[in-house]
């Protein structure tokens, strides 16, 4: 099951992607709670009566839990498979027409892995590491699909990084390796943008990877059942559709897995957080010449069984201009 978050009329909705349909969640839980559950939807409503209320966000959602989630994917599957006309209005809808927002617009946390591709170490001339390296992004950084990477005043050096991202599910501490997996909503994109100028002059990678706009995220999140080996995904980037990066995550140096059950030694993970594995070799900093993100330029981070993340590139100025703009905010 896929699950985004889209924005209609000004408002961000929950939604399940399916196919080429949207099913909208508020929509569909209004309707198995109603005194008039359509006939081709009675059998779907029984499966999620002990919880139709309305989640508030993503985070919400996820944290029903597994079982609840697989009620609500034979619910949208109900919904597919219903005759458009017995739908209420508004309840299924065309993909081509939905403008998805980042699944979820802010993470608790976003737990990142630097240089967990040995050829993405070797080409910053790094050794690899016996141990994660480890750094956060701020939440403030989430960037909407199709919505612009703002390039900051006086910036001349900022990269993209491909990224596969794990959402977590459930809340979880001290998780043994064998049960990690357990703690797994799903799956979605991320390009861990960074500004290398920055990086290299504080000494560490918080500020250079948290600027506004700098963690595009999206479009969806695939849940983990449609994932049986995230392990062995085939992960790209494109640059105007030229390919830099392209790689599997086969390649990574510590599993996800072993990350999770890592990490929960120290921090409590939470429904909603993100941990976003690391980037392959070609990213821009190590090419020659170096290769650097600018305005009017398109990247897109692909991962197979996910899906494809794009984003354009854009300047403060132009930011400022879509902010005083009639469309719908980002």
């Known amino acids: ?20 349909r949207i099913v909208d969640i508020e929509l569909l839980l209004k309707t198995l709670s109603s005194r008039r559950v359509p006939a081709a939807l009675r059998s779907a409503a029984a499966t999620l009566q002990k919880d139709l ?26 919904v597919c498979a219903a005759p458009p006309q017995s739908l209420p209005k508004g309840l ?5 027409r939905a403008r998805f927002c980042a699944p979820i617009a802010r993470p608790g946390k976003i737990v990142c892995v630097g240089r967990n591709y040995s050829e993405h170490a070797k080409e910053g001339g790094s050794a690899v590491s016996e141990q994660p390296i480890l750094f956060l992004k701020a939440a403030t950084c989430i ?4 919505a612009p990477i703002i390039i900051p005043r006086n910036s001349t050096h900022v990269d993209y990084e491909a990224e596969l991202a794990v ?23 991320m390009n861990d943008v960074s500004e290398r100028q920055m990086q290299k002059s504080d000494g560490q990678w918080f500020r250079a990877k948290s600027c506004d706009t700098f963690g595009p995220l999206g479009p969806w ?38 990350l999770i059950s890592y ?15 690391g980037t392959p070799a070609g990213v821009g900093a190590y090419r020659t010449p170096p290769v650097f993100l600018a305005p009017g330029n398109v990247v897109s981070v692909t991962v197979e069984k996910i899906g494809t993340l ?8 132009s930011k400022s201009a879509s902010s005083s703009s009639s469309k719908p905010p980002q």
């Open 1 to 20: 099951m896929k699950l985004a978050t889209i924005l209609q009329n000004r408002t961000r909705r929950l939604a399940i992607v399916r196919d080429d």
């Open 53 to 78: 209320s309305v989640p508030a966000d993503m985070t919400a959602l996820l944290a029903r839990g597994d079982a609840w989630l697989r009620n609500l994917d034979r619910a949208a599957s109900a």
């Open 92 to 96: 299924l809808s065309k993909q081509e």
């Open 143 to 146: 960037c909407d699909p199709g």
């Open 167 to 189: 959402v977590i599910g459930k809340t979880g501490k001290d998780i043994p390796i064998e049960h990690a997996e357990k703690y797994i909503a799903g799956y979605t994109l």
């Open 221 to 258: 999140i695939v849940t983990r059942d449609e994932v049986p080996d995230a392990g062995n995904l085939r992960i790209s980037c494109t640059f105007d559709g030229q390919l830099m990066q392209d790689s599997s995550t086969s390649n990574l140096i510590f599993k996800i897995p072993f």
């Open 263 to 277: 990490l929960s030694n120290s921090i409590t993970w939470e429904p909603g957080d993100i941990l976003s594995t």
């Open 310 to 317: 794009t984003n354009p590139v854009g300047s403060p100025e």
